[in-house]
């Protein structure tokens, strides 16, 4: 009779609970649905560019009667030797220093890999448009000659590759130094001031593109939202950003994604085929984001050569520099 007892206590004390539950439940989904009718947080945007479709555009044509512009953008970097930040052909998930296997890997593309991309460039009679860091200045002064002797055009792309503008958040005078430094840097090398910017991992802070502008850079290649340059609303000065194809960038193809070099030369000729049919509507931009220690390999160099093979052979394309693109725009748009 006790164990009869003490199940009943039980099983009315489970019921109590249960009918307490169900009680509480239709409380708990009006919670719910009043939540869910709440107003969303309204979505904030950039406010950096007008919003603007591609089909409403003006056609107009790039010099020479083009309609398909193109530019290549070596990333030409230095790295410090005691920080395992940077690009990496393997992990170094400890984070340990020296970093032996990448930093070495990296340094091949200064000291080969750049030259190879170079002798396709001289080939294809083509020039570059090099993203520097600004201390490849003062690490290779002997580089800085090679390439402005085939007269290539130098962006600021930061100091290094192990450090970025992320470290300015909320100090927008340090930054202003920062840039200022990075520009002058580049000026006093290559006897030309930037134009050009591509920063670091194509990191910004909420005052770059104000600050770059006011020190004379008028195209940035971080924002890639369009087939065309567009124009940046800044506090001074003129910003254009210029297409910088992120999605063929060889960085992401062969070590992000692991392809192949056949792989890596079907996806550019895609984009420049897609690119050049959408061109006779209206004109377009493809940009080369290319880095010396990923396609200046020998295994890779050939579908380099002839991706650009492949655009050499259709008419109406022009290959240009960076500042080129964006003077030939302002004088048409």
């Known amino acids: 009779m006790h164990k009869m007892g003490q199940d009943r206590r039980q099983f009315v004390a489970k019921g109590l609970l ?7 439940a239709p409380s708990g989904l009006a919670s719910s649905a009043a939540r869910a009718q709440t107003a969303p947080r309204p979505i904030r945007r950039s406010e950096r560019y007008d919003d603007s479709f591609i089909f409403e555009r003006k056609p107009f044509k790039w010099p020479g009667n083009n ?38 890997w990296r340094e091949y593309g200064m000291r080969v890999g750049l030259w190879r991309l170079a002798d396709v460039f001289d080939e294809a ?8 860091n600004a201390q490849v200045c003062d690490v290779y002064p ?51 001031r930037p134009r050009g910017w591509l920063g670091s991992g194509l990191v910004e802070t909420y005052n770059t593109l104000d600050i770059l502008a006011a020190e004379g850079v008028n195209y940035c290649g971080d924002w890639n939202n369009d087939d065309q340059p567009v124009p940046m609303k ?6 254009f950003g210029i297409p910088y194809c992120n999605e063929i960038n060889d960085l992401g193809v062969y070590l992000r994604r692991n392809w192949t070099g056949e792989q890596y030369l079907l996806s550019v ?20 984001p290319l880095h010396p220690m990923i396609s200046g390999q020998p295994l890779r160099i050939k579908y380099l050569q002839r991706a650009i093979a492949h655009m050499k052979e259709h008419q109406g394309v022009w290959f240009a520099t960076g500042s080129e693109i964006i003077d030939a725009y302002q004088a048409v748009a």
Do not use: C
């Open 67 to 104: 309609t398909l512009a193109v530019w290549f953008a070596p990333n030409v970097e230095v790295w410090q030797y005691d920080s395992a930040v940077g690009a990496a052909i393997t992990p170094n998930p400890t984070n340990r220093v020296p970093d032996v296997f990448n930093y070495a």
């Open 18 to 24: 249960l009918a307490g539950a169900a009680g509480i």
């Open 269 to 288: 000729i895609d984009q420049f085929d897609t690119l050049y049919a959408d061109s006779r509507k209206q004109p377009r931009v493809l940009g080369m």
């Open 125 to 132: 009679g083509v020039k570059a448009t090099v993203a520097l």
């Open 234 to 239: 800044v506090k001074s000065g003129k910003m």
């Open 142 to 192: 002997k580089a800085m000659d090679e390439m402005k002797r085939r007269g290539w055009e130098f962006m600021g792309h930061g100091t290094t590759n192990s450090t970025n503008l992320a470290a300015f958040d909320q100090q927008p005078d340090q930054e202003r130094d920062a840039i200022r430094n990075i520009l002058r840097t580049i000026e006093q090398a290559s006897g030309k």
